[in-house]
């Protein structure tokens, strides 16, 4: 929706955000969970160093770069009244990214992705 937003029609475009808000994205997370939790493939957690060896690398962490796209189709679709209100509520989004650069990382970056509920992930890449 973000690169190609001609495919889309504005009100299925809108249900579709509406729905990766609500199911994929954790508030106060930091990213987007790759699959439905209520799939049951869905294994939230990744754990290279367990018997399954990092298996499920795309099956539900969730993972921080598809965040920057899901706000620019939030941004194209939705019809905000003012730009305060479009301001108010993409900073909703990064503010777990703004706390976790300041406060939690010591290289002040970002990681790769989270496991289940924006919980460390300590195999994926830190920074």
């Given at each position: 929706?973000?690169?190609?937003?001609?495919?889309?029609?504005?009100?299925r475009?809108?249900?579709?955000?509406?729905?990766v808000?609500?199911?994929?994205?954790?508030k106060?997370?930091?990213?987007?969970?790759?699959?439905?939790p209520?799939c049951?493939?869905?294994?939230?957690?990744?754990?290279?160093?367990?018997?399954?060896?990092?298996?499920?690398?795309?099956?539900?962490?969730?993972?921080?770069?598809p965040?920057?796209?899901?706000?620019?189709?939030?941004?194209?679709?939705?019809?905000?009244?003012?730009?305060?209100?479009?301001?108010?509520?993409m900073?909703?989004?990064?503010?777990?990214?703004?706390?976790?650069?300041?406060?939690?990382?010591?290289?002040?970056?970002?990681?790769?992705?989270?496991?289940?509920?924006?919980?460390k992930?300590?195999?994926?890449?830190?920074a």
């Amino acid at each position: 929706m973000a690169v190609a937003p001609e495919l889309f029609t504005p009100q299925r475009a809108r249900v579709c955000i509406k729905i990766v808000e609500k199911v994929l994205m954790t508030k106060g997370a930091m990213g987007i969970k790759t699959l439905d939790p209520s799939c049951k493939q869905y294994r939230g957690d990744y754990i290279n160093s367990d018997e399954t060896h990092g298996h499920n690398y795309h099956q539900g962490p969730e993972w921080l770069w598809p965040v920057g796209y899901f706000l620019i189709a939030k941004l194209k679709f939705n019809s905000y009244d003012r730009r305060e209100e479009a301001a108010k509520e993409m900073l909703s989004h990064l503010v777990p990214h703004q706390l976790h650069i300041l406060h939690k990382d010591p290289w002040h970056s970002l990681p790769e992705l989270t496991n289940s509920e924006g919980k460390k992930c300590n195999d994926s890449c830190p920074a």
